[in-house]
Antibody, heavy 121, light 110 residues
């Protein structure tokens, strides 16, 4: 059974870098044809895809965030990390990690429980 | 402003059927598979439909999906109060080179 678990600071100061990690169990992030993604959701609003990393290490990012985002993988720990720099209050949201499964034509079939990040001084 | 357009809300009585639409363009729905997600309050989204009309194991056949041109539709029959949730469509957009979602539809079972 594949499980994802987000971790990281719940409070980040404006202009600083938000860093979150997604620990994966039950599947290897370096094998197969899956993507490993980050999605966020401001309170009371819809889902926004942030970006993803492939098993080869290549990544895609949402254009509005591309200049501030990086996603990397640590295959030895089977986890992947989101970094979002120069944050503002608009980056306050629940952040989810998810698997985009090749068997589901890259539908997001497994999600973490989400972690709330607040940007405030 | 979401790339994919969904109605903000739909409602129906228990036992009835409801459909939720998702409208896009040729760069997204028109040439890519659509997925649907259910999100109960305070929880992570859950995959309901992938490949336009396939259900992951464990999803009852009360849920169905279809696609025609640049629009997709989620259907739910035999509505239950437990179906009250927000529903999102999603797909890949080849012009943006990004995953896109609809704005979400809140289902109320009256």
């Amino acid at each position: 059974q594949v499980q994802l678990q987000e971790s990281g600071p719940g409070l980040v100061k404006p202009s600083q870098t938000l860093s979150l990690t997604c620990a994966v169990s039950g599947a290897s992030i370096s094998r197969g044809s899956n993507y490993w993604s980050w999605i966020r959701q401001p309170a009371g609003k819809g889902l926004e895809w942030i970006g993803r990393i492939y098993t080869t290490g290549s990544s895609d990012y949402n254009p509005p965030l591309k200049s501030r985002v990086s996603i990397s993988a640590d295959t030895s720990k089977n986890q992947f990390t989101l970094k979002l720099n120069s944050v503002t209050a608009a980056d306050t949201a629940v952040y989810y990690c998810a698997r985009e499964a090749s068997e589901a034509s890259y539908g997001m079939d497994v999600w973490g429980q989400g972690t709330t990040v607040t940007v405030s001084s | 402003q979401s790339v994919l357009t969904q109605p903000p809300s739909v409602s129906a009585a228990p036992g009835q059927k409801v459909t939720i639409s998702c409208s896009g363009s040729s760069s997204n729905i028109g040439n890519n598979y659509v997925s649907w997600y259910l999100q109960l309050p305070g929880t992570a989204p859950k995959l309901l439909i992938y490949d336009n009309n396939k259900r992951p194991s464990g999803i009852p056949d009360r849920f169905s999906g279809s696609k025609s041109g640049t629009s997709a539709t989620l259907g739910i029959t035999g509505l239950q109060t437990g179906d009250e949730a927000n529903y999102y469509c999603g797909t890949w957009d080849a012009s943006l080179n990004a995953k896109v979602f609809g704005g979400g539809t809140k289902l109320t079972v009256l």
